[in-house]
Antibody, heavy 112, light 106 residues
Framework: QVQLQESGPGLVKPSETLSLTCTVSGGSFRNYFWTWIRQSPGKGLEWIGYVYFSGSTTYNPSLTSRVTISLDTSKSQFSLKLRSVTAADTAVYYC??????WGQGILVTVSS | DIQMTQSPSTLSASVGDRVTITCQTSQTIDNWLAWYQQKPGKAPKVLIYKASTLETGVPSRFSGSGSGTEFTFTISSLQPDDFATYYCQVYNVYSRAFGQGTKVEV
């Protein structure tokens, strides 16, 4: 059974970089897309981007200037970096091998 | 990028009702569509993927249909545990996108 677990700081200051890691267990990275999704308080789901097992990436056009997603198969991890954050980036961040496997989510608050 | 139109945004229903939610995409996506259920404070749970495939362990009262740009999600007989928010998602090799969500309430 594939399991995913997000980790990283729960509080980030405005203008800084949000960095999260997703650790994957119970499955191979091969031939799958590894995705980040977020959900602002009381709002719907927003796709951030994904990395394919080859390392190629695709990002939401609304976030592409600030986002980097990368893969480290040796550690069974993939990561998210979101630069120049503001309060609007406060959200629960999920990693997923969508659609079937999701992490439990991690709340990241942007505040000074 | 793909635009998703999910409707309705809110649905009032009673136990035993048949519930239908629709999702329309701006581009054809073949059958690369999933339906999720989300309850407060929890991660979304996939119910249907590839438009009509029931996830293992999901009750058969949930079903999905459609292809191309028009998709439908149905709960045949609403149960108390089904009051939640439902999302559609396209997940093809080019992009991902979510519908706006449908809150099913009493």
């Amino acid at each position: 059974q594939v399991q995913l677990q997000e980790s990283g700081p729960g509080l980030v200051k405005p203008s800084e970089t949000l960095s999260l890691t997703c650790t994957v267990s119970g499955g191979s990275f091969r031939n799958y897309f590894w995705t980040w999704i977020r959900q602002s308080p009381g709002k719907g789901l927003e796709w951030i981007g994904y990395v394919y097992f080859s390392g190629s990436t695709t990002y939401n056009p609304s976030l592409t200037s600030r986002v980097t997603i990368s893969l480290d198969t040796s550690k069974s991890q993939f990561s998210l970096k979101l630069r120049s954050v503001t309060a609007a980036d406060t959200a629960v961040y999920y990693c997923a091998r969508d659609p079937n496997y999701w992490g439990q989510g991690i709340l990241v608050t942007v505040s000074s | 990028d793909i635009q998703m139109t999910q409707s309705p945004s809110t649905l009032s229903a009673s136990v035993g009702d048949r519930v239908t939610i629709t999702c329309q995409t701006s581009q054809t996506i073949d059958n690369w569509l999933a339906w999720y259920q989300q309850k407060p404070g929890k991660a979304p749970k996939v119910l249907i993927y590839k438009a009509s495939t029931l996830e293992t362990g999901v009750p058969s009262r949930f079903s999905g249909s459609g292809s191309g740009t028009e998709f439908t999600f149905t709960i045949s007989s609403l149960q108390p545990d089904d009051f939640a928010t439902y999302y559609c998602q396209v997940y093809n090799v080019y992009s991902r996108a979510f519908g706006q969500g449908t809150k099913v309430e009493v």
